[in-house]
């Protein structure tokens, strides 16, 4: 009984302050997670080089390689930490949750409502027309494929890329890797609205916003962005907003499963159907 108290203090003071350790091991996970995301982009920007890019988009049109790679990478950090994924809130238990269940369904009527507010404005007041937001097919433009098998398989790339690729893998690296690896170093000291938050809320919501805010800019050549130096403010800052957001409900929840839900429906509400 008194080892199961020992254990459960231990539990808790980790979780306030985070794992005792060298005097170094903050500033090691910072700058571990610091660098991981220029990294990363560098990585993925350097495929031009390759004839993966090439490949990619005369097949399907969106980058599912790249964000494939988001969730394959950081699993592979966790693996050769010799750590477990659901200890970075990585579990796919967590769908069965009822709360992640009705977080989903609730966010679903939100967005929905707001997108048909939104669209209503912007059609009536603004004079803007729906389109759908499709990948360009080299095969759908070069090959004879009736118009409705193009829209229909334009679209399936389109949900899957967003809702299995940008969202998951995004999650994966952001709130589990990222997230997760800083809130074990600094601990969730404080609350907000009942949950227990820390400096790793903060710091990978900058980070996600950081690597958004990239943009185009592509060091290996003009083929895939711009090679000269540009970062986007604003795609930076809404990124970094919803990164709170996301943060959030992964500390809330305690896995990524709810905001990789969430971040889905975001894309899924806002970016199949588009505003021109």
């Given at each position: 009984?008194?080892?199961?108290?020992?254990?459960?203090?231990?539990?808790?003071e980790?979780?306030?302050?985070?794992?005792?350790g060298?005097?170094?091991?903050?500033?090691?996970?910072?700058?571990?997670?610091?660098?991981?995301v220029?990294?990363?982009?560098?990585?993925?920007?350097?495929?031009?080089?390759?004839?993966?890019?090439?490949?990619?988009?005369r097949?399907?049109?969106?980058?599912?390689?790249?964000?494939a790679?988001?969730t394959?990478?950081?699993?592979?950090?966790i693996?050769?930490?010799?750590?477990?994924l659901?200890?970075?809130?990585?579990?796919?238990?967590?769908?069965?949750?009822?709360e992640?269940?009705k977080?989903?369904?609730?966010?679903s009527?939100?967005?929905?409502?707001?997108?048909?507010?939104l669209?209503?404005?912007?059609?009536?007041?603004?004079?803007?027309?729906?389109?759908?937001?499709?990948?360009?097919?080299?095969?759908?433009?070069?090959?004879?494929?009736?118009?409705?098998?193009?829209?229909?398989?334009g679209?399936?790339?389109?949900?899957?890329?967003?809702?299995?690729f940008?969202?998951?893998?995004?999650e994966?690296?952001?709130?589990g890797?990222?997230?997760?690896?800083?809130?074990?170093?600094?601990?969730?000291?404080?609350?907000?609205?009942?949950?227990r938050?820390?400096w790793?809320?903060?710091?990978s919501?900058?980070l996600?916003?950081?690597?958004?805010?990239?943009?185009?800019?592509?060091?290996?050549?003009?083929?895939?962005?711009?090679?000269?130096?540009?970062f986007?403010?604003?795609?930076?800052?809404?990124?970094?907003?919803?990164?709170?957001?996301?943060?959030?409900?992964?500390?809330?929840?305690?896995?990524?499963?709810?905001?990789?839900?969430l971040?889905?429906?975001i894309?899924?509400f806002?970016?199949i159907?588009?505003?021109?």
């Amino acid at each position: 009984m008194k080892d199961s108290l020992v254990q459960l203090t231990d539990a808790m003071e980790t979780e306030t302050k985070g794992t005792k350790g060298s005097p170094w091991h903050r500033p090691r996970a910072v700058a571990e997670v610091t660098l991981l995301v220029p990294a990363f982009y560098f990585l993925i920007k350097s495929l031009v080089l390759t004839p993966i890019p090439f490949i990619q988009f005369r097949l399907v049109g969106w980058d599912f390689f790249a964000h494939a790679l988001m969730t394959v990478v950081p699993i592979a950090l966790i693996k050769l930490r010799r750590q477990r994924l659901r200890d970075y809130g990585i579990s796919l238990r967590q769908l069965r949750e009822p709360e992640v269940i009705k977080l989903a369904v609730a966010a679903s009527v939100i967005l929905a409502a707001v997108w048909l507010v939104l669209a209503g404005t912007l059609l009536q007041v603004g004079g803007y027309q729906l389109s759908l937001n499709l990948p360009p097919m080299w095969f759908g433009e070069n090959w004879q494929i009736p118009s409705a098998w193009k829209t229909l398989i334009g679209v399936t790339l389109t949900v899957l890329f967003e809702a299995l690729f940008c969202g998951l893998g995004e999650e994966v690296m952001f709130r589990g890797y990222i997230q997760g690896r800083l809130n074990a170093a600094f601990g969730r000291p404080w609350q907000f609205r009942g949950t227990r938050i820390g400096w790793g809320l903060f710091l990978s919501a900058a980070l996600f916003g950081f690597g958004h805010g990239l943009g185009f800019f592509n060091p290996f050549g003009e083929k895939d962005g711009w090679s000269h130096f540009t970062f986007a403010w604003q795609p930076a800052a809404i990124t970094a907003l919803q990164g709170l957001i996301f943060g959030w409900v992964r500390d809330h929840t305690e896995g990524i499963a709810a905001p990789a839900i969430l971040h889905a429906l975001i894309g899924l509400f806002y970016g199949i159907i588009i505003f021109s």
